[in-house]
């Protein structure tokens, strides 16, 4: 069945480092890959998305490229804030499951100063 | 200007009692979901409804119900309430039912004594 899997945190990394959080899928169909953000607290927002092979999304200095090589959407930033610390889902939709998202496990990340 | 919003945003409640959350979006999307996130985060679809006709409906007790009195609104009823039900409740939309980006509302926090 369709499934992402996410790499394992908890990640702790240093103001201004690189991010790399890995999420890999397994899907029927041609799927379209999303991540969302969850702040200590609140509701997931959506962070970027990709429809289909080779889309780059973006936002806010996020990056993810829908591999359909490798079946990956990882998720990278080249200098990340303490306003970045929060828990990071990838998720996936394939056609005709009624928009029915799987997410991965989440990947928590702390960014300290 | 909410987006997805439901109430209450943290309810406690003791075992046996029956309880509603109730979810609203002013979007005008056709769609919407209930979802429950776990203690380690984990996130599970357990509803959807597109223009009030439940479209999914994952392995969850009977003692869920969802209820939609029109597109804009889907309340989720508990019965009965266990221990096991404790986490947090995610209401989300989406304008349709291939691969739309879902929105979030800020969760409820059930907690069940």
């Known amino acids: 069945g369709d499934s992402v899997t996410q790499m394992e945190g908890p990640v702790t990394l240093s103001e201004e480092a690189f991010l790399t959080i890995n999420c890999t899928y397994t899907?029927?169909?041609?799927?379209?890959l999303f991540w969302y953000v969850q702040y200590p607290g609140e509701g997931l927002q959506l962070l970027l998305k990709a429809t289909k092979a080779d889309d780059k999304g973006s936002n806010k200095g996020f990056e993810a490229t829908y591999r359909k090589e490798t079946t990956s959407f990882h998720l990278e930033k080249g200098s990340v804030q303490v306003s970045d610390s929060a828990v990071y889902f990838c998720?996936?939709?394939?056609?005709?499951?009624?928009?029915?998202?799987?997410f991965g496990t989440g990947t928590s990340l702390t960014v300290i100063p | 200007d909410t987006a997805v919003s439901q109430t209450p945003k943290y309810l406690v409640t003791q075992m046996g009692n029956d309880k509603s959350i109730k979810c609203e979006q002013n979007l005008g999307h056709d769609t919407m979901y209930w979802y429950k996130q776990d203690s380690k985060k984990f996130l599970k679809i357990m509803f959807s409804y597109n223009n009030k006709e439940l479209i999914i409906n994952e392995t969850v007790p009977n003692r869920f119900s969802p209820k939609s009195p029109d597109k804009a609104h889907l309340n989720l009823h508990i019965n009965s309430l266990e221990l096991g039900d404790s986490a947090v409740y995610f209401c989300?939309?989406?304008?349709?039912?291939?691969?739309?980006?879902?929105?979030f509302g800020p969760g409820t926090r059930l907690t069940v004594l």
């Open positions: 989300a939309s989406s304008q349709g039912l291939t691969q739309d980006t879902q929105y």
């Open positions: 998720a996936l939709s394939t056609p005709n499951t009624g928009n029915q998202f799987y």
């Open positions: 899907a029927t169909g041609y799927p379209s």
